[in-house]
């Protein structure tokens, strides 16, 4: 089966890897360098407090809990410096509801322990809290992953597998032969046949669907990403999820952060637009930074397709098939296998279905040949 997979981030290139593993005849292609986009820009956490706590679609929910033995499986199989449990340290003020949040994660099997001021010197010695901070959550079984390492590692084993990957090009027209998606054209004027195309674009997803006929809504969301250096030997070796930021350590010494601005919730919202007030603010809590110096700024836009992810193909539109979701590090070893199931095998996963793209349909929509017309229903 030849398919083509447009988007070299971390969805994108999970299920392309997913795909040459099955035996599928695959193409990805990706209009810059695989992993420069907002996969290269995010802060790459893996953790189950507070996530697993919050109220959510049941299939999604079901799927959470399988995050971190598929990071496992696939570190297995590509191999590569790209995975660290390191465990993540959580402020009581980071969670709302911080109890029940606490009890829910528990009673759904999550590894969690709360720990007091002592416990976290001992624990995280270059953490300063503030004095009204006395309860935190240590979670083992939680960490980071270097997503641009992964997704060599993935490009690197796609290619032993015969995969082509196409770089610094572009999509610049669905082909549509019936009722079915039978390739693309490159913006060269060059044509791919295919089986089956898999829109992994991320936030040019919308515009990429606008070709083949579809509105697909999506909330871009800039992320920012701070990349410091602080006093040598004195950052956390763990995830931090501060009051209202978080900071894990980077390749090279360094220390990445994401200011929130707020509790971590499922919904999310803006970021600050000084760096320096930003990582000013953290130095509170954590010292070194006021030692330290700012390497890199950068913005991830953040494609939040309304409703959650959006996983499979429209029944009139067979052939084409969507992956974008927010989180796209973190679930991306998950919609790589759940898509290969679908796309190679023909079977339909039940927890896909509160994420299917017909939910924004009444009806078939016809439109025009152009993203603006998407863009304008």
């Not at 009581?92 to 709360?114: K, M, Q």
């Not at 992964?150 to 990957?165: F, N, T, W």
């Not at 760096?275 to 930074?289: E, F, G, Q, T």
């Amino acid at each position: 089966m030849k398919i083509v997979v447009i988007g070299g981030g971390a969805i994108g290139a999970n299920i392309a890897y997913r795909l040459g593993v099955e035996g599928a005849d695959v193409t990805l292609i990706e209009a810059r360098v695989p992993g420069s986009g907002t996969s290269g820009a995010s802060f790459s956490w893996l953790s189950s407090f507070p996530q697993v706590s919050w109220s959510e679609d049941a299939g999604r929910a079901k799927l959470r809990l399988t995050v971190n033995e598929t990071f496992e499986a696939l570190h297995a199989e590509i191999g590569g410096e790209w995975l660290d449990w390191s465990g993540t340290i959580t402020y009581g003020a980071a969670a709302p509801d911080f109890r029940r949040s606490v009890a829910a994660c528990l009673e759904r099997g999550i590894d969690l322990r709360i720990i007091d001021r002592h416990e976290l010197a001992q624990m995280a010695p270059g953490l300063s809290p503030g004095p009204d901070d006395d309860a935190f959550v240590y979670e083992p079984r939680s960490g980071w992953v270097d997503a641009p390492a992964m997704i060599e590692r993935l490009v690197k084993a796609l290619r032993g597998r015969k995969g082509r990957v196409l770089t610094g090009r572009s999509v610049a027209a669905i082909t549509i032969k019936g009722d079915a998606v039978k390739g693309v054209v490159l913006d060269d004027g060059s044509a791919i046949e295919a089986d089956a195309v898999v829109n992994a674009a991320g936030s040019w997803a919308s515009h990429v669907s606008a070709l083949a006929g579809l509105a697909v809504p999506l909330d871009l969301v800039p992320g920012v990403m701070i990349y410091a250096r602080g006093a040598s030997g004195a950052l956390p070796k763990q995830v931090i999820n501060g009051p209202d930021w978080l900071m894990r350590p980077e390749p090279g010494g360094k220390v990445a952060i994401h200011w929130r601005g707020g509790g971590l919730t499922a919904v999310h919202g803006g970021n600050g637009s000084d760096p320096a007030s930003m990582i000013a603010d953290i130095a509170c809590h954590v010292p070194a930074l006021r030692e330290g110096a700012i390497e890199d700024v950068r913005i991830g836009i953040r494609a939040i397709p309304h409703g959650g992810p959006v996983l499979g193909a429209l029944p009139w539109l067979p052939g084409f098939y969507l992956a974008v979701s927010h989180g796209g590090v973190g679930w991306g070893p998950i919609w790589g296998r759940l898509a290969a199931t679908e796309l190679l095998k023909g079977e339909t996963v039940s927890e896909l279905s509160g994420m299917r793209p017909d939910r924004f349909y009444m009806q078939a929509a016809p439109l025009g040949r152009f993203a603006d017309d998407a863009e304008q229903v």
